[in-house]
């Protein structure tokens, strides 16, 4: 859909929807910034889930049976991306209902062949044009909050900690640095840029050697994941963390030490606690 994130194609419907006309399915962002636009299909699936769960408590003998008509009242429904279900953007009409549904007058196959392959082509026209212009807006209102970051060969950079290990769903986005930029960066999606300010140290300091003279600075840990212990201190730019090795770690003074361990803890259980 664009150059500026991740996505992911989501089906509305069987595949051969996806395959046999248009090739390709709605594409939809994976971004924050774009949940807005994925709202509608996420409440589509979690209600055909609801539907389907409803029946198998309710019918436990013919749950299949009617999982059949849930898939086929959907692919029927009208979708807001390409203007039309997706049975008629595959098979240019709408098949058969079934028989507790009165089938409307035009749901019936054009017995000329030429007529229905005409047709075909351009719902198929039709419907690439629709999702074009969908995909399009979805840029569009992702670009209004997205800024432009330029990194220069020697500029000090902040580096997300997925970036150099695996992430961790229990902590919250880290940047760890700053860093020098040796080569040309062509993806900054993982970058945050180092702005220099008279409240903080504008030199880029040693890891270890920092936290051996500066112990007494130390605000917090921030994270404790892959043998690594990311601290803040207290002359740190918001979200800028020291990573040192836990065997490190274990050497630094137990007054020091505990109390900052402590806390954490404290940290992570009130944060893990339901609302």
Same mark, same amino acid.
């Given at each position: 859909?664009?150059?500026?994130?991740?996505?992911?194609?989501?089906?509305?419907?069987?595949?051969?929807?996806?395959?046999?006309?248009?090739?390709?399915?709605?594409?939809?962002?994976?971004?924050?910034?774009?949940?807005?636009?994925?709202?509608?299909?996420?409440?589509?699936?979690?209600?055909? !889930?609801?539907?389907?769960?409803?029946?198998?408590?309710?019918?436990?003998? #013919?749950?299949?049976?009617? #999982?059949? *008509?849930?898939?086929?009242?959907?692919?029927?429904?009208?979708?807001?991306?390409?203007?039309?279900?997706?049975?008629?953007?595959? !098979?240019?009409?709408?098949?058969? *209902?079934?028989?507790?549904?009165?089938?409307?007058?035009?749901?019936?196959?054009?017995?000329?062949?030429?007529?229905?392959?005409?047709?075909?082509?351009?719902?198929?026209?039709?419907?690439?044009?629709?999702?074009?212009?969908?995909?399009?807006?979805? *840029?569009?209102?992702?670009?209004?909050?997205?800024?432009?970051?330029?990194?220069?060969?020697?500029?000090?950079?902040?580096?997300?900690?997925?970036?150099?290990?695996?992430?961790?769903?229990?902590?919250?986005?880290?940047?760890?640095?700053?860093?020098?930029?040796?080569?040309?960066?062509?993806?900054?999606?993982?970058?945050?840029?180092?702005?220099?300010?008279?409240?903080?140290?504008?030199?880029?300091?040693?890891?270890?050697?920092?936290?051996?003279?500066?112990?007494?600075?130390?605000?917090?840990?921030?994270?404790?994941?892959?043998?690594?212990?990311?601290?803040?201190?207290?002359?740190?730019?918001?979200?800028?963390?020291?990573?040192?090795?836990?065997?490190?770690?274990?050497?630094?003074?137990?007054?020091?030490?505990?109390?900052?361990?402590?806390?954490?803890?404290?940290?992570?259980?009130?944060?893990?606690?339901?609302?």
């Amino acid at each position: 859909m664009s150059n500026h994130g991740n996505t992911t194609g989501v089906n509305e419907g069987p595949s051969s929807f996806e395959s046999a006309s248009t090739g390709s399915s709605v594409a939809h962002s994976t971004s924050e910034t774009h949940s807005k636009n994925n709202a509608s299909s996420y409440e589509t699936f979690a209600d055909l !889930l609801f539907i389907v769960k409803l029946i198998s408590l309710t019918v436990l003998d #013919l749950p299949f049976y009617y #999982l059949d *008509q849930v898939e086929f009242a959907y692919n029927s429904a009208p979708q807001s991306t390409i203007k039309t279900s997706p049975f008629v953007a595959d !098979l240019g009409f709408l098949p058969r *209902q079934p028989a507790m549904i009165r089938p409307p007058s035009d749901a019936r196959t054009p017995s000329n062949v030429e007529s229905l392959q005409v047709k075909l082509k351009a719902i198929l026209l039709r419907t690439q044009e629709y999702m074009s212009f969908s995909q399009l807006s979805q *840029q569009r209102q992702a670009d209004k909050h997205r800024r432009p970051v330029e990194i220069k060969v020697g500029d000090s950079v902040l580096i997300h900690h997925t970036s150099f290990q695996s992430p961790s769903n229990r902590m919250l986005p880290l940047f760890v640095g700053p860093y020098t930029a040796n080569n040309r960066v062509f993806n900054v999606s993982k970058l945050r840029k180092y702005v220099k300010s008279d409240e903080y140290p504008a030199e880029i300091r040693p890891t270890e050697d920092y936290v051996k003279k500066n112990l007494n600075r130390i605000a917090s840990v921030a994270a404790m994941q892959n043998g690594l212990v990311y601290l803040q201190f207290t002359d740190s730019l918001p979200g800028h963390c020291v990573a040192i090795s836990t065997s490190f770690w274990n050497t630094m003074p137990a007054e020091k030490r505990i109390p900052l361990f402590k806390a954490y803890m404290v940290r992570i259980k009130a944060r893990d606690e339901p609302l």
